[in-house]
């Protein structure tokens, strides 16, 4: 067993490898790529030190998974080249999510859309992968009519230089700008780049990819996203309308008993979710559970997460433990 890594020096790709080393991955060899500029430099990985080197180079290795997340130029450029020798490609940018033929998967939920056949698979956006794994469990009992978010989206979601300028600006340094305005004390409405209906791609991103992983095309959703001073961490203001009627009693059995989500809810005691305590888990935390008493079967949740682990690496390492359990046990 083969694993590539390609970006594996970035945000993303160095979470990659510590979910990689957390989980026991069962595996032969580790291919650490990154661009020609850090080709030749030595990384860490369980201990043990390992060459990074380049995309070209890691196809003539013949990998039989690989992780992208060294963003839509580079999967766009590479993927075929890697899927082409028979390799699973996992892909973190958006460049192939909304393709008919590729797969868009949250192993929570749909992870049977894989076939050995299946070369090229999507890993979803982050603030899409947090929300669906409280939305489809709840789908499946209560039957989704209209849902409407509101984002709360760390700078570790934009890269590097975002973190950077949120860090020189807390010193009171002047850098390089990521965003239009300071994000330090700040909250910027505008996350990736507007659209001629007024949406961000962020917000259209969660739209479109939530109809497509839910097999939902005419499903009623909307999203505001927005740009916090957050290190780490997505939160999510969810108002859902179902098409049958509940109990709160009732969303908490099935949130509770559903992977991948800790439910967070006391109010009484301070308790729910919030992106500090989220910093590194794996899990979707949900709480602030409450009835929408304005509208007919209506629902609020605060979804979140950890956008770089379950809204990035730790579900690209699931599907990947998912392939390797399937296709090559």
């Known amino acids: 067993m083969k694993l590539a890594i390609i970006g594996a020096t970035g945000l993303v790709g160095r979470e990659i490898l510590k979910v990689l080393d957390e989980q026991n991955f069962k595996m032969d060899e580790l291919i650490p790529v990154a661009s020609e500029k850090s080709a030749g430099k030595k990384i860490l990985f369980s201990g043990k030190e390992l060459t990074l080197i380049t995309a070209n180079e890691a196809v003539l290795q013949n990998p039989d998974i690989a992780i992208f997340s060294a963003g ?51 890993n979803p956006n982050c603030s899409t992968i947090q929300l669906l794994i409280a939305l489809a469990p709840l789908h499946h009992h209560f039957g989704l ?17 975002a973190l950077e300028q949120l860090e020189s600006e807390r010193k009171g340094l002047h850098t390089e ?25 962020e917000e259209m991103k969660m739209v479109n990819e939530s109809r497509k992983i839910l097999d939902l095309p005419n499903l009623k959703i909307t999203a505001t996203a927005v740009r916090v001073p957050v290190v780490g961490g997505h939160s999510e203001s969810v108002n859902i309308q179902f098409k049958k009627p509940f109990e709160l009693k009732q969303i908490r059995e099935v949130l509770e008993n559903s992977p991948g989500i800790t439910v967070m809810d006391n109010p009484s005691r301070n308790e729910y979710p919030h992106p500090l305590f989220a910093k590194g888990k794996n899990d979707v935390f949900i709480g602030r559970i409450r009835k929408d008493e304005s509208v007919e079967n209506g629902l609020n949740l605060w979804i979140v997460a950890d956008n770089l682990r379950k809204g990035a690496a730790t579900n690209a390492v699931q599907i990947a433990e998912r392939i390797q359990k399937l296709f090559f046990n």
Not at 83 to 94: E, M, Q
Not at 145 to 161: D, F, L, N, P
Request: charged residues 15%; proline residues 6%; hydrophobic residues 35%.
């Open 177 to 201: 700008k990521v965003y239009p305005y300071p994000i330090d004390m700040n909250c910027i409405p505008h996350c990736d780049t507007f659209l001629d209906n007024g949406y961000t791609k």
């Open 145 to 161: 009519e209209r849902v409407v978010i509101s984002t709360y989206q760390s700078v570790t979601g934009t890269g590097v230089k």
């Open 72 to 122: 839509s130029e580079t999967s766009l450029s590479y993927a075929p080249l890697f899927s082409d020798n028979g390799c699973f490609v996992i892909d973190n940018s958006s460049a192939w999510r909304m393709h008919d033929n590729v797969p868009l998967v949250i192993p929570e939920i749909n992870f049977q859309s894989v076939k050995n056949s299946t070369k090229i698979i999507a």
